[in-house]
């Protein structure tokens, strides 16, 4: 019989792992083939720049967390694995892609992103998307553009009017 207070233990961290991946917006499962302890530390400073979290659990006790969720994901949980998550759904996708660039012993492997499970392929076209700022930048300048034809026009119009 297992020791009860290694039990509660366990359930203590299978609770956080669940409470973690019902927060997330973004949560990615990395494949670690032996960064060093200041690569780890330089990714989990990237990742608090984007106000996301680097964590490392046991495979086991995150397949019963997500069992909890009904989310199965048993097939992809086995050998060293990292795990990145955080409220933005792209910000920690980017941070993570961005990372793996310069680090390639780093390996994106799938991920739970907006509660639905996410291939890698899918996680690499969300990592090319510009930031929410970058995409509200766009849409201003767009808006921007719009408004400054109207006012030509309306100056072109208002010529044309004093001509006649």
């Known amino acids: ?3 009860p207070k290694i039990l509660e233990q366990k359930q203590v961290i299978i609770d956080e792992i669940t409470n973690n991946v019902k927060e997330s917006t973004a949560f990615i499962f990395l494949e670690n083939h032996g960064l060093s302890v200041d ?5 989990r400073r990237m ?7 680097l964590k490392i659990y046991k495979n086991t006790l995150v397949n019963r ?3 909890t969720l009904d989310i199965d994901l048993e097939e992809h949980l086995n050998g060293p694995k990292v795990v990145a998550f955080g409220k933005d759904m792209i910000e ?5 892609s961005t990372f793996i660039k310069k680090h390639p012993n780093l ?4 991920g739970i992103v907006d509660g639905k499970i996410t291939e890698l392929d899918e996680l690499n076209k969300l990592a ?4 929410r700022e970058g995409l509200l930048t766009m849409f201003a300048s767009g ?7 109207f006012a030509i026009c309306l100056d072109l119009h208002s010529k044309n009017l004093e001509e006649n």
């Open 47 to 53: 990742l608090k720049e984007s106000d996301s979290e």
């Open 39 to 43: 690569e780890t530390m330089e990714l």
């Open 143 to 149: 808006l921007m553009g719009i408004a400054r034809d």
């Open 65 to 67: 967390a997500l069992k």
């Open 128 to 131: 090319t998307i510009p930031s």
């Open 92 to 96: 920690p996708i980017k941070a993570v």
């Open 107 to 110: 390996e994106m492997k799938i």
């Open 1 to 3: 019989m297992a020791n």
